[in-house]
């Protein structure tokens, strides 16, 4: 069994680099690629753990851009990236510390609106990871009764970015995200095989002509979000561009949309594995 799309404490996965291999090795997972958010933090130790488990770790990320002409997010994975590379440092990093100046203000204004948690609290949940994350703080107001999930009708009012005539939540703080292309140039700058990420999720399909001209390998066509019919629309727009279709769980723990999706449950088959593995150079 594969898994190419997975989190860890790192960024905003409730559990350990440790537990996510255990469980992948529980699920008879084979291969997994842990693509942490806009860091290859851990990477090193994870392949180790995977080791001692049996468990093939391909090294990755998951790059949080932007595509500023149409205004959407749009998210790309790297496979095979050199972990610690200065390319990706010196993309991601700012971006690491204008979320976590984002999550304080947050923070504040959510106490400011009554919210009986606090700043040291919410950094807690972080803890062994490059910051606080809207789960991190969703998980405080979980567990000071506010709401009874992480995503939820609270979560959706307290985030909301407003507009048409409505006002933006009590916790929204804008974010600069990077432009996609820089991610997928990053990426192959260290060593790795960019791949479009869930391309359904943020309707990032306009940009493919853009994300091709600047290097894109890839295209996630199984994913959590992706029914029958983005699974078709994204295998072939991989086999018209000659793209690596790949895909996996998006697996967050206890912070994940849903818990029907574990690790392991959207296996993109070894092609995917062997043909990532070719275009960075790598051997099985």
Not at 135 to 144: E, G, P, S, Y
Not at 232 to 247: C, F, Q
Request: aromatic fraction near 8%; glycine fraction near 12%; charged fraction near 20%.
């Amino acid at each position: 069994m594969i898994d190419l799309h997975c989190h860890t404490r790192i960024s905003d996965n409730s559990m350990t680099i440790e537990e996510v291999i255990g469980l992948a090795h529980k699920n008879g997972v084979e291969v997994l690629s842990i693509n942490d958010h806009d860091t290859t933090l851990g990477l090193a130790h994870a392949q180790r753990v995977g080791q001692e488990q049996g468990v093939q770790i391909i090294p990755g990320i998951e790059i949080s851009g932007y595509d500023f002409e149409r205004s959407r997010r749009v998210h790309i994975l790297g496979f095979h990236v050199k972990p610690g590379h200065r390319a990706i440092s010196a993309l991601c990093d700012p971006l690491i510390a204008r979320r976590q100046a984002a999550s304080r203000q947050m923070v504040e204004q959510l106490i400011e609106a009554g919210y009986g948690i606090t700043w040291e609290q919410v950094e807690r949940y972080a803890e062994g990871g490059t910051g606080v994350y809207k789960q991190h703080i969703m998980h405080a107001l979980f567990d000071q009764g506010y709401t009874t999930s992480i995503y939820g009708e609270l979560y959706r009012t307290l985030f909301a970015r407003g507009g048409n005539g409505t006002a933006p939540g009590a916790a929204y703080i804008p974010l600069a995200y990077l432009d996609a292309r820089d991610a997928v140039h990053a990426i192959r700058e260290a060593g790795g095989v960019p791949v479009l990420a869930h391309p359904h999720q943020y309707d990032n399909w306009d940009m493919l002509p853009a994300l091709l001209d600047a290097g894109l390998a890839g295209i996630e066509v199984r994913h959590p979000t992706h029914g029958e019919g983005e699974e078709k629309k994204a295998m072939e727009i991989a086999e018209r561009y000659g793209l690596i279709p790949t895909g996996g769980s998006d697996f967050h723990g206890f912070y994940g949309e849903t818990d029907k999706f574990t690790i392991g449950s959207k296996n993109p088959g070894m092609h995917s594995v062997e043909r990532l593995a070719a275009y960075a150079g790598e051997y099985l």
